[in-house]
């Protein structure tokens, strides 16, 4: 089952996806935000073009564990979001997940202003991978 990771900010959400298999998260794309309606139709049109069967939204949280301004934001859209899809929408702890996207794109050389909006996706692309890391695979048969 392919997935989608959300890293939803005040200008840009990046959408990352899963592989078929659900196993490797890569960067999709881009959404500069317009208005909501307009920024979750194409979230929408995404999950029905690569038939998405989880998304999985980055909450920022604090340091310390608490929800600020953003995460409440992040619920608000999301909130939105799940009356425009069936598909079922979790949340995952985002803490540092631009900052980590940042400085792995600034050390593979992909880094710098021009190209700022891919961390936005890169990401997205990390918030969903701890997802997928974090599920337990079954045993392969003879294990």
């Known amino acids: ?9 005040e200008r840009r959400i990046g959408v990352a996806l899963s592989d078929p298999l659900g196993m490797l998260a890569t960067p ?3 959404i500069t935000c317009t208005e909501t309606r307009a920024d979750i139709d194409a979230i929408v049109r995404i999950i ?9 939204v980055g909450l920022p949280l604090s340091l ?3 929800e600020g301004a953003q995460s409440l934001k992040v619920r608000a859209f999301t909130e939105k ?3 425009f899809t069936d598909v079922p929408v979790e949340y995952r702890d985002e ?5 980590s996207a940042r400085r ?22 990390l918030i969903l991978q ?4 974090e599920i337990e695979m079954p045993p392969e048969p003879g294990d």
């Open 81 to 83: 979001l799940r009356q």
């Open 104 to 125: 792995l794109l600034h050390e593979a050389g992909r880094g710098g202003k021009k190209e700022k909006v891919r961390d936005d996706a890169a990401a997205a692309a």
């Open 28 to 30: 999709l794309t881009i």
């Open 48 to 56: 029905a073009q690569h038939e998405v069967g989880k998304v999985i």
């Open 130 to 133: 701890g997802f997928l890391d």
């Open 95 to 99: 803490r540092l997940s631009t900052a």
């Open 64 to 66: 310390s564990g608490g």
């Open 1 to 9: 089952m392919r997935s989608m990771g959300l890293d939803i900010g």
